[in-house]
């Protein structure tokens, strides 16, 4: 992503945060702050610690079943 093009976005969420009513912005915050976390990407250690316990638990599902709804298009 090239510098113009975040401070395009961040000028655009400046923008909305200015125009939403003080009694929204907690919620908004909430919402900012509960997106910012379901995207971004576990450590490492923490990814593979998941995968883990999910394998040893029996949490897997076979390769073949993976694919049955990958549609190539």
């Known amino acids: 992503m090239t510098v113009e093009f ?20 907690p919620a908004l915050l909430a919402i900012v702050r509960i997106y910012r976390q379901s995207v971004g ?10 995968g883990w316990l999910e394998t040893m ?8 079943e993976l694919w049955l709804d990958f549609d190539a298009e």
């Open 6 to 25: 975040e401070l395009t976005y961040k000028k655009q969420l400046q923008a909305e945060i200015e125009a939403t009513p003080g009694e929204y912005l």
């Open 41 to 50: 990407l576990k450590p490492a250690a923490e990814s593979f610690r998941q």
């Open 57 to 64: 638990s029996d949490q897997t599902l076979p390769l073949s």
